[in-house]
T-cell receptor, first 110, second 111 residues
């Protein structure tokens, strides 16, 4: 089956720093989504991004489908950005199932 | 607009007991999913549904059953709970253009 790999697995930042999270996938996909899981366990959809670049405030994402990777940029990080960031790819069938990577655990220190 | 609601939020079962987790969505989504999340891992798909009356197996379906009798509800059943089913269970629904919406999760412990 398709493999979804995220890097780095863990990341510690000082408040105000910038970071880039990467997601590689092993096969063609219909779509890609980025999620943030906050320390209370809630999963929030950040981006629905099959290709190109999208921005939402301090966060932006770029997916290069032809090269099978996506990047999530976090600028001017805040302590509330802490949590786990998941990349998930949508398989090319009619079910719209998502296959998740194992996540990047981010800790932003004040 | 509640989105996706999961009940219960917490549950402790004894080995061999059965239970049903309920997922309800009010967004008129066709697609619904059950995932489990284990420590240090991403989410793994248990079962999913592409419409009322349909269900299909995901990556880790063994030990679970599901039903989608109404479009807005997706039930996950454990017939005979095992300690290996201790996990956090997430339900999600999909409206295609806007991606997934997840429920807040059910933390299940099997002792």
């Amino acid at each position: 089956g398709i493999q979804v790999e995220q890097s780095p697995p863990d990341l510690i930042l000082q408040e105000g720093a910038n970071s880039t999270l990467r997601c590689n996938f092993s096969d063609s996909v219909n779509n890609l989504q980025w999620f943030h899981q906050n320390p209370w366990g809630q999963l929030i959809n950040l981006f629905y991004i099959p290709s190109g670049t999208k921005q939402n405030g301090r966060l932006s994402a770029t997916t290069v489908a032809t090269e099978r990777y996506s990047l999530l940029y976090i600028s001017s990080s805040q302590t509330t950005d802490s949590g786990v960031y998941f990349c998930a790819v949508e398989l090319m069938d009619s079910s719209y199932k998502l296959i998740f990577g194992s996540g990047t655990r981010l800790l932003v220190r004040p | 607009n509640a989105g996706v609601t999961q009940t219960p939020k917490f549950r402790v079962l004894k080995t061999g007991q059965s239970m049903t987790l309920l997922c309800a969505q009010d967004m008129n989504h066709e697609y619904m999913y059950w995932y489990r999340q284990d420590p240090g891992m991403g989410l793994r798909l248990i079962h999913y549904s592409v419409g009322e009356g349909t269900t299909a197996k995901g990556e880790v379906p063994d030990g679970y059953n599901v039903s989608r009798l109404k479009k807005q509800n997706f039930l996950l059943g454990l017939e005979s709970a095992a300690p290996s089913q201790t996990s956090v269970y997430f339900c999600a629904s999909s409206g295609r253009e806007y991606g997934y919406t997840f429920g807040s999760g059910t933390r299940l412990t099997v002792v």
